[in-house]
């Protein structure tokens, strides 16, 4: 974890990089084709080229100021999600389909952990396990849980994944805001 940033700090150079070179090279190519251009296309195309490196400009005087870090607020909460996951879940399947959004195949594999837990191909302290991270995936999917369900998880769940729900209960909404902070509304 020590390297961390190392290798986000070459990509956000790199990126930088060739969005100058983007920019650069659009600022060039308008002034080449100035002559196929009407002049209100040309001028609207020139403002907006110039105003993409405006933004860039102060985006790097930002970082150059310390005002914004590659670690930001969005990242550390994405950190810390994704060491509550990797302590609260231990199935990998698990972890994949919840990081990948699906709620339905975690509903097949349920089903298909109540058939093996009943014919005996899967023991009772897996199938609980299993269960209780299903369960809490599928409600942090936002899916609706049966009562059975609901009763099932206060029942059986561990300290590690109580955790998981707390450290994961307000990050919609400070993620939201943060997002909506950023977006330019349009008068």
């Not at 969005?19 to 090279?25: A, G, N, T, W, Y």
């Not at 670690?71 to 990797?86: W, Y």
Request: one cysteine or more; aromatic letters at 4%.
């Amino acid at each position: 974890m020590a390297s961390r940033g190392k290798s986000e700090t070459g990509k956000l150079r790199q990126n930088m990089e060739e969005q100058l070179d983007r920019l650069m090279q659009q600022l060039q190519d308008l002034e080449e084709c100035r002559e196929e251009l009407d002049e209100e296309e040309y001028e609207e195309t020139k403002k907006e080229t110039l105003e993409q490196l405006s933004e860039f400009n102060d985006s790097l005087k930002k970082i150059m100021t310390g005002d914004m870090t590659l670690v930001d607020e969005l990242s550390g909460m994405q950190l810390a999600i994704q060491a509550a996951i990797s302590q609260a879940f231990k199935t990998p399947e698990v972890i994949r389909l919840f990081a990948k959004k699906q709620p339905g195949q975690l509903r097949t594999r349920l089903s298909e952990m109540d058939r093996d837990v009943m014919v005996g191909k899967l023991s009772r302290d897996v199938y609980t396990q299993q269960k209780v991270e299903i369960l809490t995936a599928l409600r942090k999917l936002g899916e609706k849980l049966t009562t059975e369900d609901e009763t099932f998880l206060v029942e059986n769940a561990t300290a590690t994944l109580s955790q998981f729900e707390k450290v994961t209960a307000g990050l919609e909404d400070k993620i939201m805001a943060l997002a909506s902070s950023g977006v330019k509304t349009k008068v």
